[in-house]
């Protein structure tokens, strides 16, 4: 049995990722300032005594004893990070800095979960973790995309200067279950609007492209990487399967047999045009790629905001 903290545990893909340790058995340390989490995403799993709940901010110390630690303490919907960008670009760093101290004090591995913002606007189609990205440092994505950007930098210069065994993923869109309604992102704010049959929000034209993928698909993604020894990563986690966002709105209202209507608003600033994991490296080192499609992960999204709202 390992000892493992997830920080951002209670969040959309935290809550997901400490129900798969726990069931593989382990003890699971959730460790969260519920920003963006909630109880209720962990409520079931607190009942477990494997598992436990920490109220806490990553940008203080850490003091634990863990053999594993997840990194996934931040907003991540563009709402969430742009609210107070000051904070969440200190999340990002001092939130690396202290789980990289921890990990050199216990002598544990440690995961950072990075993203595919630091691509930022990409001049290269589909993205492998090779490109260096096309990033602006001053707009309003910056807190979040240099956030995420310098934690990397610290991550490799644990490893180098400090011997940490670290490991670090790129996520590329995910969604699923635990989403929340007034998460911001596009997966939950179209299917939410459609089951109450309110407009559609189209931001810009909707010929952006993203790819999604399912919550379940990015965990397996994320346990692989952190169990394959002698991997560091980068390496990118994402579902390959692109469409372009007014493709994304019209599927959902098909599915939920919606009455919406689209209607069109401004494309934010720095919003990325185009967006597409390579995901060659992940398949050849880690024998991973998804395994669940859009239709059926969004049958399962959909129940679950049927279900609950
Ligand atoms: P989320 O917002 O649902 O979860 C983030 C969690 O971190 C929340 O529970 C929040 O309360 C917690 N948190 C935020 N600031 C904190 C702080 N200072 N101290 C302690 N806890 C804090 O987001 P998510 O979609 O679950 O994303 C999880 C991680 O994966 C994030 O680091 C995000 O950058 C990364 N990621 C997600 C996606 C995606 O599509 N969901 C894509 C790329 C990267
Ligand atoms: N988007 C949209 N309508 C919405 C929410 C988002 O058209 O109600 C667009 C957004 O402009 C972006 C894409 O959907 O082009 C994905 O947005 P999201 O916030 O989910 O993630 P990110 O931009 O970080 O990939």
């Known amino acids: 049995m390992k000892r493992i903290l997830v920080t951002g545990g209670a969040g959309f893909i935290g809550s997901h990722l400490c129900r798969r340790l726990l069931h593989e058995g382990n003890k699971v340390i959730c460790l969260d300032n519920m920003f963006t989490g909630t109880y209720e995403n962990i409520s079931e799993l607190d009942r477990d005594p494997n598992f436990e709940y920490v109220h806490a901010d990553v940008i203080h ?8 630690i997840y990194n996934l303490a931040c907003p991540a919907s563009p709402v969430h990070y742009q609210y107070d960008p000051i904070m969440t670009t200190k999340t990002s760093f001092m939130g690396a800095l202290n789980v990289l101290e921890l990990a050199k004090k216990c002598n544990a591995r440690v995961l950072q979960a990075s993203t595919s913002e630091i691509y930022g606007d990409p001049l290269m189609h589909p993205q492998s973790e090779s490109y260096r990205g096309n990033v602006n440092t001053i707009g309003p994505r910056a807190c979040y995309d240099e956030g995420k950007r310098v934690a990397e930098t610290l991550f490799f210069d644990f490893k180098r200067r400090r011997h940490v065994d670290i490991r ?5 869109n995910t969604y699923g279950p635990n989403m929340l309604e007034n998460d911001g992102r596009v997966v939950s704010n179209f299917i939410v609007q459609a089951l109450h049959n309110r407009d559609i929000t189209i931001y810009g ?9 399912y919550v379940e698909d990015t965990v397996s993604g994320m346990i ?16 390959p399967c692109e469409m372009t966002i007014l493709e994304l709105a019209k599927l959902i209202i098909r599915k939920t047999e919606s009455e919406s209507k689209l209607i069109y608003r401004e494309l934010p600033v720095d919003d990325p045009i185009k967006r597409k994991p390579d995901i060659s490296l992940a398949k050849r ?20 905001f049927r279900s609950k709202y």
Not at 224 to 234: L, S
């Open 61 to 68: 110390p850490i003091q634990l004893e863990v053999d594993r």
């Open 285 to 304: 080192e880690l024998g991973w790629e998804p395994q669940i499609g859009i239709d059926e992960g969004l049958d399962a999204t959909i129940e679950y």
């Open 205 to 213: 034209d909707g010929s952006q492209t993203r790819s999604f993928c």
């Open 168 to 172: 670090v993923i790129r996520i590329f």
């Open 224 to 239: 692989a990487t952190m169990e394959k020894d002698g991997f560091t990563g980068p390496v990118n986690i994402g579902n």
